[in-house]
C-alpha cells in the first residue's frame, strides 16, 4: 500500500499598491499535490492569526486573492492547503504594516474653456 503525500505549499505575498498599503495580494498558485494527478482537487484556506479570512478578489480555487489588515501591527499569515485524500500542509509568513493610509487619487482631465475679458 502506497500512503499519499501531503501537498507542497508555498505563497508569495506582496502590496498591492503604495496607495493602499496595509492591502496585499497572497497567490498560492504555486503549490501542488506530488501525488499526481491529485493536483486538481485541492483545497486551499487563508488563515491570519489563526482566525480563518476569506480573501476577496479571489480566483476559483481560492488559493489566489487580497487581504486588507485592519490596523497597523505584524500578522501572522497561513496559507493551509489540503489534497482529496485529506492530506494538509501549511506555509507561514508574517506581515508587518506599518501603514492603514489608503489613498486612491484618480484625476480625470477636462477641457475648461476661458472666457475673454474685455476691457473698457
Known sequence: MIESRPP???FISEM??????N?????????????YPDNQ????????????VQLSEVNTQNSRGKYTFPEKGTYHVVL???????KNQDS???IK?????????TMRPEVVKRRAITLL
Open 92 to 94: 507561514k509568513k508574517d
Open 41 to 52: 482537487d485541492l483545497r486551499f484556506e487563508w488563515f491570519v492569526n489563526d482566525v480563518k
Open 16 to 21: 498591492v499598491s503604495s496607495e493602499t498599503p
Open 97 to 105: 504594516i506599518t501603514s492603514t493610509l489608503s489613498l486612491k487619487l
Open 23 to 35: 492591502t496585499y495580494l497572497f497567490d498560492g498558485t504555486g503549490s501542488f499535490d506530488p501525488d
Open 80 to 86: 493551509r492547503v489540503t489534497d482529496e485524500d485529506g
Open 8 to 10: 507542497n505549499v508555498q
